[in-house]
């Protein structure tokens, strides 16, 4: 696995709107493998996401639901969506006035073609 082929797709889903402010591809182990736009600190956004979709699984765990496939959070100040991708997280934050569906659409888009990659 190359960084080299894991940054297009990310580049793409980034370039795709101006909502999309941030997007990470997070190791199982927490550490930043690939980090596009502008806003949190590099690691702290990182153990942000990583964080997230541990407490995420740990409760649909806990609910016998499962294993999470993807979560969707939207508050005053943006959304986040974490998609696990193999062994690694997806994650991506948005401005709050995106629209949830279209981000889910390239997010999925972009899962599958990192899926391919990874």
Known sequence: MKLTTLTPPLQALHDSSDDILLVSLISHDGLPVVHIGEGLDYDEQS????????????????????????IFIRCREGCIC??????????CMARPSVNSQHMQMLAWKTVSALGGLV
């Open 47 to 70: 153990a942000l996401f990583f964080e997230m979709k541990k407490a995420s699984d740990r409760v649909l765990e806990g609910l016998r639901l499962g294993h999470s496939e993807e």
């Open 82 to 91: 974490i998609w696990p991708v193999n062994d690694m997280v997806f994650a």
